[in-house]
């Protein structure tokens, strides 16, 4: 018995209505690793954050209109109501808006975790000073029951001089 022809298996599947047919090799797939676009999203909203970042666009704006207003007509790009100087503004601001929620999104993420670790750990120090207060209070029941320097020293005095106080017989035999 012969195998079956996998080429026309898929080319019947893609000539049926009711299965969409999908050619990736037509398609290429731009392939980004989340890390690091998330690192570079950090990073560029970090950088948009920054009073560098004001002051070269400040800048930019400023020679944007100085020299679309004082050079002679022929070679300005950008006439007074500066259409061009808005569209770039608009276009800059719909990048920068999701690179920043990106960020945003993935501090949030680092600080849930953290967070989270810092429950544990309190929870952990919690229990560790639960255990150490009962064990204090174990030691110190104990050490009520213990005999003291100074009880031993009565008790040996006591002795002592119950022994002393005995016979002078009794005291010679021993």
Known sequence: MAP??????????????????????????????????????????????TARFLMYMTVFIVIWIIWNVTVPPALRFDEYPFIFLTLMLSLQA???????????????ARDRISVEQDRRQAAQSRADMDFLAREIASVRMNVGELATRDFIRNELRNELREALAGDPEERRKT
């Open 4 to 49: 079956p022809d996998r080429g026309r298996d898929r080319a019947d599947r893609e000539d049926r209505l009711n299965t969409p047919g999908r050619d990736r090799s037509r398609i290429p797939r731009l392939r980004v690793d989340g890390d690091t676009f998330g690192a570079f999203a950090e990073a560029f909203a970090r950088f948009m954050g």
């Open 94 to 108: 719909s990048y920068a808006a999701p690179l920043i929620l990106l960020a945003q999104n993935r501090q949030e």
